[in-house]
């Protein structure tokens, strides 16, 4: 009877563990390697980068972004940030219009960026990885580093 109830504890136990790693799988869905797609992303006002590649590492507690390509103009570019989901603002690097970033999940399959230059709110950027996770679409919504207006969709493809 003992030795029932032991097996019985172990396999519920296991399930439950098997469980936990199944939702923390899920709620990690930007993590990988993602390459910008020109035909599908929008760039306003333009022009679009040449090309972007966004390595990501997320898990429940925060997210890692580097992003490496070439702008329009030929420089190089090169994003790097390391936040955590607290709502706390944490330092960027490579982007002109911002030197700090926020980042919380909105979702398993949504992240949001607030990036502030100087304390102030610049732009937001939301992330969503598509349901069958091949996908990933970010919108940029508010001001460059000369005060126009911007409105970026930027889809990627994962590698």
Do not use: C
Request: glycine fraction near 8%; proline fraction near 4%.
């Amino acid at each position: 009877m003992r030795t029932n109830r032991f097996v019985a504890f172990t396999t519920a136990l296991l399930l439950v563990a098997l469980a936990l790693a199944v939702i923390a799988a899920a709620a990690d869905q930007h993590s990988g390697t993602w390459k910008m797609n020109p035909d599908k992303s929008k760039y306003s006002p333009g022009p679009a980068p040449k090309n972007t590649t966004v390595k990501i590492e997320a898990d429940d507690k925060g997210v890692k972004i580097s992003a490496e390509g070439t702008n329009a103009d030929g420089s190089e570019l090169h994003v790097q940030y390391d936040a955590k989901f607290d709502g706390k603002d944490y330092p960027v690097t490579g982007v002109p219009y911002a030197d700090m970033v926020s980042v919380k999940r909105v979702g398993a399959d949504t992240i949001e960026s607030t990036m502030k230059k100087g304390g102030q709110v610049t732009m937001t950027v939301t992330s969503k990885v598509s349901k069958d996770g091949k996908t990933r679409t970010s919108t940029f919504k508010g001001k460059d580093a000369e005060g126009h207006d911007v409105l970026n969709v930027v889809v990627s493809d994962k590698q």
